[in-house]
């Protein structure tokens, strides 16, 4: 089970953490992701980040604004979210999965596992 926490309502230039706890998957999951999806569009891969090694992935889009880290202990994963614009309002979901280290972190990963979603809106 994937729980997302911490979206919101914020200004553009505002920011955001994102966290997702995973519990009963953490032992069989070594990649997990940050995902959205906005009315009326596909859902896009944002940022993954591999656990065995901290390797990362972002969507050219959020390069620069956005961070993801993990906590292994804790078996969650954050999102950073910074200087927000309108057009990252969207649905955030968390993904898990166990792939190969190049096929989490190379922009293709598919989860296993997913989240509820928790909404981010920016005006």
């Known amino acids: 089970q994937l729980v997302e926490s911490g979206g919101g309502s914020v200004q553009t230039g505002g920011s955001l953490t994102l966290s997702c706890v995973a519990s009963?998957?953490?032992?069989?999951?070594?990649?997990m992701a940050w995902f959205r999806q906005a009315p009326g569009k596909e859902r896009e891969a944002v940022a993954s980040i591999y656990r065995g090694g901290g390797s990362t992935y972002y969507a050219d889009s959020v390069k620069g604004r956005f961070t993801i880290s993990l906590d292994n202990p804790a078996n969650t994963v954050y999102l950073q979210l910074n200087s927000l614009n309108p057009e990252d309002t969207a649905m955030y979901y968390c993904g898990a999965g166990f792939v190969l280290p190049n096929r989490c972190v190379g922009g293709s990963f598919l989860p296993a596992w997913w989240g509820e979603g928790t909404q981010v809106t920016v005006s």
């Open positions: 009963g998957v953490s032992d069989s999951n070594n990649c």
